[in-house]
């Protein structure tokens, strides 16, 4: 069994609908897992938005009902099909319409979100059987569950879409809706913006699935970030932990959630691309490739943090005082460097900057630089291996560095700057290739 993930901009258009099948092998049992039509979910955050704050959402609903007519319009050659897509349109835009301002709650959000993917897949569904493919729609509400903390269930979901499957073993291609599920009250949820991808992985996990695939318009993840540097790849293979690292850096393809489930059983992630898809992509596996650095990355909107204090010469619990305030004001931290009268950190969310440095005073002297940037070097750094760290700084000698982090896992190394000098690390890193 294989799992593809088909993102919003694959069934963005009539033509790319039916462009869908041509990808998908027709031999094989697989699930098809389905994002919303690209642009749906925003206009029904926005929709949201409007009934939350008493504002009327008509226009913004019968503007995104249109987009729905002329898809289905096009797509849909035979007035049998017409019709029925045409029904299955205004059962969802009813839904839509259906709730008002004054007693709008996040229950009533969750159901309206998630009309995007339980349309997209009814429709590819009723497109396969227009053209004569046979498939089975698997409604993810019926199996795709989180717990009280949100987190996925995923025995459940093994047992659930297990008996799914086992009830259609004649067929071979299965949609599903990605990003929605049911919490557990029983009640619509999602899995947050762009968890489609997580979905096919949660799917893949829970199946012990061979493969699974994300399909999006880039052919795989790049060594580098192409809006800034020339002549970068795709990366052929990566393992696990580096996947992990670089999701985190803005590696937008792939949702960062979405290669724990994956990982843990060891099903290997491969990432395509619609408009070339005979191009190798990503393999995502838990293959390493010791000693090898295989992709740059950035984050910007840095804020480096730095507590200076004598009294942390030599006494135990300083870091974890430190932590406290961070965790009080539920910001996460990211990089952590340490010297032995000071520690520097840095935060990706200012939202609290401010209450944060103020309780910080109690411990020491504080100094924040905004503006920095995260620069990460992503490989398989074994420790007994000399040289890597080496090279890396070689190529950044010319920069002034603000921090420095080796050895927090044998996949990265970051590296903080002045956001001024980003563009200008990126590229001299290049040569790292
Ligand atoms: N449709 C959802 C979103 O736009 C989920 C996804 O596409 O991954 O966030
Ligand atoms: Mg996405």
């Known amino acids: 069994?294989?799992?593809?993930?088909?993102?919003?901009?694959?069934?963005?258009?009539?033509?790319?609908?039916?462009?869908?099948?041509?990808?998908?092998?027709?031999?094989e049992r697989q699930i098809v897992v389905l994002s919303a039509v690209a642009g749906t979910t925003n206009s029904l955050v926005a929709i949201c938005q409007e009934?939350?704050?008493?504002?009327?959402?008509?226009?913004?609903?019968?503007?995104?009902?249109?987009?729905?007519?002329?898809?289905i319009g096009d797509l849909f050659v035979s007035n049998e099909y017409r019709i029925k897509a045409k029904e299955l349109i205004d059962i969802h835009f009813g839904t839509i319409s259906s709730f008002s301002s004054g007693v709008f709650t996040p229950i009533h959000e969750r159901v309206i979100l998630a009309q995007g993917e339980l349309l997209s897949t009814h429709l590819f569904h009723y497109h396969l059987q227009e053209i004569g493919v046979p498939s089975v729609l698997l409604p993810?509400?019926?199996f795709?569950?989180?717990?009280?903390?949100?987190?996925?269930?995923?025995?459940?979901?093994?047992?659930k879409?297990?008996?799914?499957?086992?009830?259609?073993?004649?067929?071979?291609?299965?949609?599903?809706?990605?990003?929605?599920?049911?919490?557990?009250?029983?009640?619509?949820?999602?899995?947050?913006?762009?968890?489609?991808?997580?979905?096919?992985?949660?799917?893949?996990?829970?199946?012990?699935?061979?493969?699974?695939?994300?399909?999006?318009?880039?052919?795989?993840?790049?060594?580098?970030?192409?809006?800034v540097v020339k002549n970068t790849r795709p990366i052929a293979q990566l393992s696990f932990e580096e996947a992990a690292e670089l999701a985190y850096f803005g590696a937008k393809i792939l949702h960062p959630q979405s290669v724990f489930p994956a990982q843990k059983y060891k099903v290997p992630v491969r990432l395509l691309n619609t408009m070339e898809p005979n191009a190798p992509g990503t393999l995502i596996s838990d293959q390493r490739s010791e000693g090898e650095i295989k992709a740059v990355a950035a984050k910007e909107g840095i804020c480096a943090i730095k507590i200076q204090s004598s009294r942390m010469l030599l006494v135990y619990g300083?870091?974890?005082?430190?932590?406290?305030?961070?965790?009080?004001?539920?910001?996460?931290?990211?990089?952590?460097?340490?010297?032995?009268?000071?520690?520097s950190l840095s935060i990706d969310n200012p939202k609290y900057l401010k209450e944060i440095t103020e309780e910080l005073q109690a411990y020491g002297q504080i100094t924040v630089d905004q503006d920095q940037t995260i620069i990460c070097v992503v490989g398989d750094f074994v420790a007994s291996k000399a040289g890597i760290a080496a090279r890396v700084l070689d190529e950044l000698k010319h920069i002034p560095i603000r921090m420095i982090s080796y050895g927090g896992s044998r996949n990265n190394?970051?590296?903080?700057?002045?956001?001024a000098y980003k563009n200008e690390a990126l590229q001299s890193l290049q040569r790292l290739f």
């Open 1 to 27: 069994m294989k799992v593809l993930k088909f993102g919003g901009t694959s069934v963005g258009s009539p033509e790319r609908i039916r462009n869908l099948i041509s990808l998908i092998n027709q031999d």
């Open 51 to 71: 009934y939350a704050e008493g504002k009327n959402p008509a226009p913004r609903i019968t503007s995104l009902n249109e987009q729905y007519e002329d898809l």
């Open 140 to 142: 993810a509400l019926d």
């Open 144 to 159: 795709m569950k989180i717990n009280e903390e949100l987190e996925p269930e995923i025995p459940y979901i093994t047992e």
């Open 161 to 227: 879409l297990g008996a799914m499957l086992a009830s259609h073993h004649e067929n071979n291609i299965f949609i599903t809706q990605g990003y929605i599920c049911r919490n557990a009250f029983g009640e619509i949820d999602n899995l947050k913006r762009g968890g489609s991808d997580y979905t096919a992985s949660l799917i893949g996990a829970a199946l012990r699935a061979e493969e699974i695939q994300i399909w999006t318009d880039i052919d795989g993840m790049h060594n580098n970030d192409p809006r």
């Open 318 to 343: 300083f870091l974890r005082k430190v932590f406290e305030v961070f965790e009080r004001y539920k910001t996460p931290i990211d990089m952590v460097t340490t010297s032995e009268v000071a520690v």
């Open 413 to 419: 190394i970051s590296i903080l700057l002045d956001t």
